[in-house]
């Protein structure tokens, strides 16, 4: 049985940028989530080149170390809560809908008003540059008391706080928005274990968004509190109540900050692959197994504190390494005998694989509370979650954007440009974070705005500037690729890459409410593949 | 500087740049093979399985029993590293901690300075943006050291040793460590702590029992080399 999406009017339409900015199609509030952090992201990059040039060589004043107080909290509140995590959201309303063969979002006016609450915080806690003592300069994790009225005082500080709290209140709207789609809007047919690998990782993401998010707003409620006289965290253990507040929410959004891009990561390895992912009823149970386990490793972050029980958020966090080979061992065992292209999205795939390794591996040592007893709050811990979110997160990003521009805006990327954003990529960010395992090991913590002409300190810090700026190049170079690509358009069609989920089912981009032809039949995880193998196999049994 | 050896027998006390360097000599080589072994499993796939048609893919796509087999022997590989982790950890944590300290120094954190009182001489040290005394100990003993900030969280790194730990408000923590030659390690505030974190470092001078005795009977005064 397949089913006739309803070729009914589209929504109301208003013209213009108003109109884009007010639609409750979740293409358009994807679209506008996706393209305003990308913004973020430019601006979070640049607060980081300024920091490199700071750093690049010993005992230099480049910046104020008040500016560069802000410099590096702006620089991780923007990437993280304007950036990688929202991208991640952004890419599951666009997609979500489409892989499972729905019309419309649930709860779309939600969605819009949850973008727009987001993007309020994000500008209000942008805006603090602009007031006198300037903008938040405690670090994206602001610990008490440090952030407290007496130590911190300014508006710029109030500004993040409220910032953080709209951020991630709009954030939480949107996920159960995602959330409600995937439980109420499957097409008949997309049973739970049918969902493709992308929606699967959106799916866990978007739950551990709407359980552990509301734990930051409150933890920013209670310290916009705190800074206006209401001394919660000034009693017994209030720094470490805060610190369990916040973790809780900050290590889960770390894996918000990754499913979703290993879930493209995923789709683009077999579709190059012209297989079907491998073990998708083990990688289901994995992930959420990891999301679970993601929930109770928070204290991790507070080894050294002497306030939590180190043996037991040791052994949550060590057997996260089970999860994760199980995805890795599904990534392999799905080029395996399949038919690989190495397109630019399969590169950059291959180098999400690779490169995240790097940070996955570094995190095993961190689990240790021995080993972080050293490295805690050392650049080691810059050089890992970098690997991490950067060089793996944002790989994976772009995988997926060489893998879906053409379904969002009918047209390719260009190859030659996209693999000089490749090589420039990976060539900046392993100049730029590889050495920070180095000078971790040997003693330089972060956040530091100035140190010593220690031995070859300088010159690892120097070639870590040099990378940033490569890095710099290669997003430039992206950029380029984008207005190219849209100037002089290459058609892509419906279906580039002969794709495995319904999403390559529908024109390229999208009608208004998603599918116009009926769906094809839904029985597994690649419809699509099904149907093609199907056509094989019955031109093969009559010739 | 030579009797080093002498003084401290060795294996007696637990030393915590020891302890980190066993574990990390063992948690080095497992991730770099495993790293080797990924990359040489992708680099065959691609090289293996890129030159064919679309239609020669295979259809196989799930193989449960080989996937729980290789989950059973990740999940050994935790075991055992967190066998090494716990172990570790007692003796940093546990053992340290029933030492009979030969000196104990009271660290107290504030923005941004280090105070180093010693209660059984009576002697204060200050580092940081006041100035850089060094923290003076005995080479080879046990060496207390309860920590405490006035203001907000900092934390007592000494990279060489391979150990910090946290100075959190309201409450007094104590490290129990050990160094195990004579010279100086740099040390640190680790946990941002404000507009001049950088600044919030300081030297510990480890020097021979006979002459930290000498300092301390002087009352910490003149820097003994
Ligand atoms: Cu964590
Ligand atoms: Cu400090």
Redesign the interface.
């Known amino acids: 049985m397949t089913t006739a999406a309803p070729a009914v009017h589209g929504p109301t339409r208003i013209p213009g940028v108003l109109g884009a900015l007010t639609s409750t199609d979740h293409k358009r509030i994807g679209l506008n989530l996706g393209l305003l952090s990308l913004v973020f992201f430019l601006v979070g990059g640049l607060f980081a080149l300024l920091m490199r040039a700071q750093i690049a060589q010993p005992d230099v004043q480049f910046v104020s170390d008040q500016t560069y107080s802000q410099l590096f909290t702006m620089h991780g509140s923007t990437m993280i809560y304007l950036f990688v995590t929202p991208m991640a959201l952004a890419m599951a309303l666009y997609l979500v809908p489409l892989q499972i063969g729905a019309v419309s979002l649930a709860g779309p006016r939600l969605a819009l008003i949850g973008f727009w609450i987001w993007l309020s915080g994000g500008l209000v806690m942008q805006s603090g540059w602009l007031t006198g003592d300037g903008a938040g300069r405690d670090g994206w994790f602001a610990y008490e008391p440090l952030a407290n009225g007496t130590n911190t005082p300014g508006v710029g500080q109030d500004m993040w706080v409220i910032g953080v709290m709209l951020a991630a209140l709009g954030m939480t709207a949107m996920a159960a928005c995602v959330a409600a789609t995937i439980a109420r809007r499957r097409a008949p047919g997309m049973a739970l274990l049918r969902m493709p690998v992308f929606t699967w990782t959106a799916l866990v993401s978007v739950l551990m968004v709407v359980a552990s998010f509301p734990v930051l707003i409150l933890a920013m409620s209670l310290m916009y509190i705190d800074r206006h006289g209401g001394h919660i965290f000034s009693g017994f253990n209030g720094a470490i109540d805060y610190q369990d507040l916040f973790w809780f929410f900050g290590h889960p959004v770390v894996y918000v900050m990754f499913f979703p891009y290993l879930g493209a990561a995923a789709e683009v390895v077999a579709v190059c692959s012209h297989k079907r992912w491998f073990g998708h009823t083990a990688f289901v149970a994995s992930i959420m197994a990891f999301a679970a386990l993601s929930m109770s490793v928070w204290a991790h972050h507070m080894f050294t504190t002497g306030g939590v029980t180190n043996q037991y958020f040791a052994f949550t966090s060590t057997a996260l390494v089970v999860p994760a080979g199980i995805e890795y061992f599904d990534m392999v065992g799905t080029m395996v005998g399949g038919s690989i292209v190495l397109r630019t999205s399969m590169l950059f795939a291959l180098m999400f694989f690779i490169q995240f390794l790097i940070g996955g591996l570094s995190g095993i040592f961190l689990a240790s509370p021995v080993l972080d007893y050293h490295v805690e709050d050392s650049y080691v811990v810059i050089a890992h979650f970098h690997y991490t979110l950067f060089a793996g997160s944002v790989f994976g990003f772009f995988a997926g954007v060489y893998h879906w521009f053409p379904k969002v805006t009918g047209a390719h990327l260009r190859d030659s440009w996209g693999r000089i954003h490749l090589v420039l990529l990976a060539v900046g960010t392993n100049l730029t974070f590889f050495p920070m395992f180095f000078l971790g090991q040997d003693g330089m913590p972060r956040r530091i705005s100035r140190y010593p002409a220690h031995p070859g300190w300088g010159t690892l810090n120097l070639l870590e500037s040099i990378g940033a700026g490569i890095i710099a190049l290669g997003v430039l170079s992206f950029l380029v690729n984008v207005v190219v690509s849209l100037r002089r358009r290459q058609p892509a069609g419906d279906d580039p890459w002969q794709g495995h989920t319904l999403e390559w089912a529908t024109s390229s981009p999208p009608p208004a409410y998603n599918f116009e032809l009926p769906l094809p039949p839904i029985r597994s995880y690649a419809p699509l593949l099904d149907r093609r193998h199907e056509q094989l196999d019955r031109a093969g049994a009559s010739p | 500087m030579v009797q080093v050896g002498l003084l401290a027998p060795p294996g007696a006390l637990v030393d ?1 740049r020891h ?2 360097d066993h ?2 000599s063992i ?1 080095v080589p497992i ?1 770099v093979a ?2 080797a072994l ?2 040489l ?2 680099g065959f ?2 090289l ?3 030159r ?13 029993r080989l ?2 087999g ?2 059973l022997a ?2 050994l ?2 075991v055992f ?2 066998y ?3 172990s ?2 007692h003796r ?2 546990t053992v340290a901690a029933h030492e009979r300290p030969a000196l104990t120094v009271d660290v107290t954190g504030a ?1 941004w300075e280090w105070q180093f009182y010693y209660p059984a001489y009576g002697i204060t040290a200050r580092s940081g943006t006041v100035g850089r005394q060094p923290l003076v100990v005995p080479v080879g003993e046990a060496i207390r050291f309860n920590v405490s900030t006035i ?3 900092h ?1 007592f ?1 000494i ?2 040793l ?5 100075l ?4 007094t ?1 104590s490290a129990t460590l050990l160094f195990d030659r004579a010279g100086s390690f ?1 040390g ?11 600044d919030m470092v300081f030297t510990v001078r480890a020097v021979n029992p006979a002459q930290f005795a000498a300092w301390a009977r002087a009352g910490g005064k003149g820097v003994p080399s």
């Not at chain 2, 391979?162 to 946290?166: A, E, F, G, H, N």
């Not at chain 2, 959190?168 to 409450?171: H, N, R, V, W």
């Open positions: 915590t302890e980190y574990l990390f948690y991730a495993v790293f990924v990359v499993a992708i796939a691609v293996r399985y890129s064919r048609a679309p239609s020669q893919a295979a259809r196989w796509h799930e193989h449960n996937e729980g290789y989950a990740l999940a590989v935790v590293l967190l090494l982790t716990f570790a950890e940093v944590d923005k203001d907000v969280i934390a790194w990279p060489q391979r150990y910090k730990r946290d959190i408000p309201g409450t923590e740099p640190q505030c680790a946990e941002f702590c404000g507009l001049r974190h950088a």
